[in-house]
């Protein structure tokens, strides 16, 4: 039955959407590829620009006329993805990703040694997957901008299938991009529950902003006034920080002052 809705209601279900730009991946490093990869992880994991969350489907057998007339489909199994794409920026120092990426492809295959890979009677003997597959730490992880709310996926026995060729050119210049396919047998999806960070709005955000500046400029004011009064830096500096703190109190700023003496905006750290 059709039920009327607020206009409260469909606020709060439609104009709250989750944005795709809000996520964090992690690549994990085999044990004994650590000594061969050796790269900073933190950075590989800020340079991967897009990933995707992954899918799955069932697979169903179908039965016929257990029932006249009907076909149905039981599942016996869940299929998943076969793989998952990852782009990831190339910084010129070191070319990271690239070189990650490729020296874990060569230790597959056997590619120890460069200089037999020139001998045109090379064959490869590629490795154990225990000895290059990732068990567990390859991760995406979708979060919301109050980081209140994420779901992560988490992949097992993973490892790198494919890495996507890179046109360069003499036209105009662009980010260069990395473009990785890392295959696995299964992922875990977990909701993650955290506690929510209060985001100020933009017009938040602008009151925050004019009143800090009132509040800085009250300070100053006398600031400059008891120290000509007195003679005193020292005395001039408290007042000014009472008089700072009054100031945004008043105007409902929640001010803290940190041990470096400068105050701040209780709320989002700034300076005021």
């Not at 830096?233 to 109190?249: E, F, K, P």
């Not at 002052?257 to 701040?264: A, I, K, N, S, T």
Request: glycine share 8%; net charge negative; proline share 5%.
């Amino acid at each position: 039955m059709a039920r009327p809705k607020s206009v409260t209601q469909i606020k709060n279900t439609l104009l709250s959407p989750s944005l795709t730009s809000h996520f964090e991946v992690e690549i994990p490093v085999p044990t004994n590829l650590r000594g061969i990869l050796g790269t900073n992880q933190e950075q590989l994991n800020l340079q991967c620009s897009e990933a995707s969350l992954p899918g799955s489907s069932l697979a169903t057998t179908e039965i016929q006329n257990d029932f006249h007339g009907v076909t149905e489909r039981h599942a016996y199994r869940r299929i998943y993805d076969d793989r998952i794409d990852l782009t990831f920026y190339v910084d010129a120092d070191n070319y990271t990703p690239i070189r990650f990426f490729e020296n874990w492809i060569s230790y597959i295959v056997g590619e120890t040694d460069r200089d037999d890979l020139m001998n045109t009677n090379y064959y490869y003997r590629s490795q154990y997957p225990d000895e290059y597959c990732a068990n567990q730490g390859l991760k995406v992880r979708k979060f919301e901008r109050d980081y209140g709310r994420s779901i992560e996926y988490e992949f097992i026995r993973a490892y790198p299938l494919a890495i996507t060729s890179m046109p360069v050119s003499y036209e105009g210049s662009n980010l260069m991009t990395c473009n990785v396919s890392m295959t696995y047998i299964r992922y875990i999806a977990r909701p993650i529950h955290t506690t929510g960070i209060n985001v100020p709005t933009p017009i938040q955000q602008a009151g925050f902003n004019i009143g800090g500046f009132l509040a800085n400029a009250a300070a100053n004011l006398v600031d400059s006034a008891v120290t000509t009064v007195t003679g005193s830096d020292t005395a001039g500096d408290i007042a000014g920080t009472v008089a700072g703190a009054a100031a945004a109190n008043a105007l409902g700023i929640a001010v803290m002052q940190g041990p470096d003496g400068v105050l701040r905006n209780a709320a989002t750290g700034e300076a005021i």
